[in-house]
Every structure is written in C-alpha cells, then in structure tokens.
T-cell receptor, first 116, second 114 residues
Framework: DTAVSQTPKYLVTQMGNDKSIKCEQNLGHDTMYWYKQDSKKFLKIMFSYNNKELIINETVPNRFSPKSPDKAHLNLHINSLELGDSAVYFC???????????????FGPGTRLTVL | AQSVTQLGSHVSVSEGALVLLRCNYSSSVPPYLFWYVQYPNQGLQLLLKYTSAATLVKGINGFEAEFKKSETSFHLTKPSAHMSDAAEYFCAVSGYNQGGKLIFGQGTELSVKP
C-alpha cells in the first residue's frame, strides 16, 4: 500500500483554468503539507494542516486554496492558473504532536503541473 | 528565522570514493536538521535527522552526518559511493514548535562515475 498518494501524477492545462490535486495518506498521521518544487528543484512549503486545521500558510497567492476534509486527505485547488504555477507539487505527512517538528515527513510521488 | 545553504549544486565522485555533501544552516532556535534524498521522478525520502541527541547521526544506505554547532554545519558523508547513490540530496532545517515547517536548501545533485 502506498503511504502517501497523489492524483493525478501529471496535469497539463491551459492558462486561466482551475484544477485540483488530491492527496491521501494511510499512515494515521495528524499533519499534512503541500510543497512546491520549481524547475530548479527548489522546494518550498506552501501549507500545512494539523487535524484539519490550517497551521502554515506561506505567502501563497490566494488562487491556491487547500482543503482538508479529514485527517487523511489534503487537497489543493488552484484557480486561474498562470504560467508560473508550472512546477511539481508534493504532498507530505508526519506525526507532529504539539507541532514539535522533529518527525520524519513522508512525501508523495509528486504531481507535475504544466500550464500552457 | 531559519535558512539552509548547500555548497555545490552538483558533486561528482567515482564509484567507491568518499561522498561529502555540505550543508550549513542558520537558525534562531535550536535546530532540527534533516537530509532527504530524491531519486529521479520520485518524492523525497528521509536519509537521517538530528534532533539534539547524538551529534553524529547514522542514516540509511550507509550515510551519516555530524552536527557541528560551532560551524553551524551538518555535512553528509558516505565512505564509499555506489552507483545507486546518484540522486538529488536536500538538507533541511526545522525547529521546536515550528508546526513541522521544513526549510530546504537548494539541493545537491550527486553523480557517481563508474
């Protein structure tokens, strides 16, 4: 069983469209994250949720809206896609009691988004 | 504030040679430090982490790293490179009560020559 899964793996779309990426973890973790990896492979955190509550929101345009229907799922919806949104988006999860921040994060395989 | 600098965006070694990937950090709180590896077209996998216990940390696949507070460094080493070690390596820092927020370095691509 895949620990952290993402769908779709590839997403090609036109500028201006709205798209969603889904993430599920079966590890029983309480914290989930979205990271963006740009074309130079630089990784930056976008959001994190702990028990469905938004904990981290890193200066991300409000076109990006995460949603966590339950502890095991964290989806990312992107409105009005722009060329600069092209990147690989990684979902991750960890067990972070009280936000201690020292536990391993488990990453999904990534979703490669290409905006034309 | 926290930041990570990885010296060298690309390192090339011969199979069997020592691997040394450099990482320096800056942190206003006691840091937690991590090394992750990313194989082509895959997600990241934890190699090892430092969380204020032993300063010499052993990880998977024969890698280890030493936390040196005086040098603000957390360099990754492996005595003998294997072809399968070719990948992108990321150093990352977090800190107590940071909500799990990882700050990554820019990555170092390791190539292993036969």
């Amino acid at each position: 069983d895949t620990a952290v899964s993402q769908t779709p793996k590839y997403l090609v779309t036109q500028m201006g469209n709205d798209k969603s990426i889904k993430c599920e973890q079966n590890l029983g973790h309480d914290t989930m994250y979205w990271y963006k990896q740009d074309s130079k492979k630089f990784l930056k955190i976008m959001f994190s949720y702990n028990n469905k509550e938004l904990i981290i929101n890193e200066t991300v345009p409000n076109r990006f809206s995460p949603k966590s229907p339950d502890k095991a799922h964290l989806n990312l919806h992107i409105n009005s896609l722009e060329l600069g949104d092209s990147a690989v988006y990684f979902c991750a999860s960890s067990q972070e009691p009280s936000g201690l921040s020292y536990n391993e994060q488990f990453f999904g395989p990534g979703t490669r988004l290409t905006v034309l | 504030a926290q930041s990570v600098t990885q010296l060298g965006s690309h390192v090339s070694v011969s199979e069997g040679a020592l691997v040394l990937l450099r990482c320096n950090y800056s942190s206003s709180v006691p840091p937690y430090l991590f090394w992750y590896v990313q194989y082509p077209n895959q997600g990241l996998q934890l190699l090892l982490k430092y969380t204020s216990a032993a300063t010499l940390v052993k990880g998977i696949n024969g890698f280890e790293a030493e936390f040196k507070k005086s040098e603000t460094s957390f360099h990754l080493t492996k005595p003998s490179a294997h072809m399968s070690d070719a990948a992108e390596y990321f150093c990352a820092v977090s800190g107590y009560n940071q909500g799990g927020k990882l700050i990554f370095g820019q990555g170092t691509e390791l190539s292993v020559k036969p």
